[in-house]
């Protein structure tokens, strides 16, 4: 059994800097995968088959923080730490608690993996985005509440605290739910991917 790495690179220097080429990675590999000092922005997605069937996906995002500067020390007031975050999703996991997402039910393992990476990566057209917000929008009405995140969570194999959901949702909207101009914010400004993807030690 393998992973897949289909590398993405945001760009954030010259794109022959950063070209990859796509690779079979082994477990250990991917285990092992280290961030180069030119990356600013990485975000991978790694697949294990059997017999042509995913079975398991994992995200990867990592976002370079502030590089120590030698003439000018640096403090911990405004310095940014190197952010790396790691998410597996087992099909095993999704076949047992999809049913909380009921318009994620007609659509196999895989599908839904594709539809979370617009949701980590902040990368997207609004169309795409707009349909995933109406499958994770269990009500159908227009908006996603904390019990819609709180149940996304928990397909993909996460827990948290509803204290820590109830607060990301209330610190983008007053109302306590979230419209489509909300998840779009929920997305780009990092919360959802923080919400999602446990933070990994690259060390």
């Known amino acids: ?13 010259p794109s022959h800097v950063l070209a990859h080429q796509a690779q079979d990675w ?4 991917v285990i092992n995968n280290k961030i180069r000092d030119d990356i600013v922005k990485k975000y991978a ?15 990867e995002w990592f976002e370079r923080g502030d590089r120590p500067n030698r003439n000018r ?9 190197d952010k790396h975050f790691r998410l597996e999703i087992n099909k ?17 393992f895989e599908q839904f993996c594709e539809s979370l990476a617009p949701i980590i990566t902040g990368q997207y057209k609004d169309h795409q985005l707009r349909q995933t917000f109406e499958r994770l929008d269990s009500d159908n009405d227009g908006y996603l509440n ?9 397909v ?5 605290s509803n204290y820590k959901v109830q607060d990301m949702v209330s610190r983008l909207s007053s109302r306590g739910k979230l419209n489509f101009e909300d998840f779009k914010r929920f997305i780009n400004e990092g919360f959802a991917r923080e919400l999602l993807m446990p933070s990994f030690d690259n060390n």
Not at 146 to 154: K, S
Request: glycine share 4%; net charge positive.
């Open 1 to 13: 059994m393998e992973y897949h790495h289909p590398p993405v690179i945001i760009p954030t220097t």
């Open 26 to 29: 082994k477990i250990m590999q």
């Open 45 to 59: 997605q790694y697949t294990k088959r059997v017999n042509g069937e995913m079975i398991k996906v994992m995200y």
């Open 73 to 81: 020390p640096q403090t911990s007031v405004g310095f940014h730490r």
């Open 92 to 108: 095993d996991t999704f076949d047992r608690y999809n049913d909380r997402l009921p318009n994620f039910r007609r659509l196999t």
């Open 146 to 154: 904390q019990h819609d995140i709180e149940n996304l969570l928990l």
């Open 156 to 160: 993909v194999g996460r827990s948290e």
